[in-house]
């Protein structure tokens, strides 16, 4: 995710996941040290297909 948003710091984004991790609007799974799939998680009424990304 770092990759996908070069203008924002690390903590910008970390502080988003976390955000969005609490919220229950994101999913992570750890697939292997260091490394974590992010999903979409659905909410009621959402019309958007769930997605997957593994980041390491």
Same mark, same amino acid.
């Given at each position: 995710m770092i990759f996908e948003c070069p203008e924002l710091t690390w903590d910008q984004v970390l502080r #988003?996941?976390? =955000?969005?991790? =609490? #919220? =229950? =609007?994101?999913?992570l799974t750890l697939k292997q040290p260091g490394c974590y799939s992010v999903s979409r998680i659905a909410q009621p009424g959402a019309s958007y297909k769930l997605s997957e990304r593994t980041v390491a």
């Open positions: #988003e996941v976390n =955000r969005l991790k =609490r #919220e =229950r =609007r994101i999913g």
